[in-house]
């Protein structure tokens, strides 16, 4: 059974890090692009950042640039999404998902993910 799994997130202060981790199972996760989405209360879903299959290309939207580093271990067949300096508009649950791709090093925010995981809760605030 395929299943994407996040977790890492909880509540920190402005300023702070977070690790969040997308634990896959059920596919080869080198053969997909991951990508890390996140929807706030009354907003709409916004791409945040993704990865590549082989890991050589990344895409971040801008509000994290600079903030957020996604990275793989394909032999965990984990994707993880480490969040510093986080902010209040921060706050949001965090998904991840997956595509598979042909191309190893090219990644879409955008593009349309097949397969999406449960979410996890990030709360900032003090």
């Known amino acids: 059974q395929l299943q994407l799994v996040e977790s890492g997130g909880g509540l920190v202060q402005p300023g702070g890090s977070l690790r969040l981790s997308c634990t896959t199972s059920?596919?080869?996760?080198?053969?997909?692009?991951i990508g890390w989405f996140r929807q706030a209360p009354g907003k709409e879903r916004e791409g945040v950042s993704c990865?590549?299959?082989?890991?050589?290309?990344?895409n971040y939207a801008d509000s994290v640039m600079g903030r957020f580093t996604i990275s793989r271990d394909n032999a965990k067949k984990t994707v993880y999404l480490q969040m510093n300096s986080l902010k209040p508009e921060d706050t949001a649950v965090y998904y991840c998902?997956?595509?598979?791709?042909?191309?190893?090093?090219?990644?879409?925010?955008?593009?349309?993910?097949?397969?999406w995981g449960q979410g996890t809760q990030v709360t900032v605030s003090s």
């Open positions: 990865i590549s299959r082989d890991g050589g290309s990344t």
């Open positions: 059920g596919f080869t996760l080198a053969y997909s692009v």
């Open positions: 998902a997956s595509y598979v791709s042909t191309p190893a090093s090219v990644c879409y925010v955008d593009s349309e993910y097949t397969y």
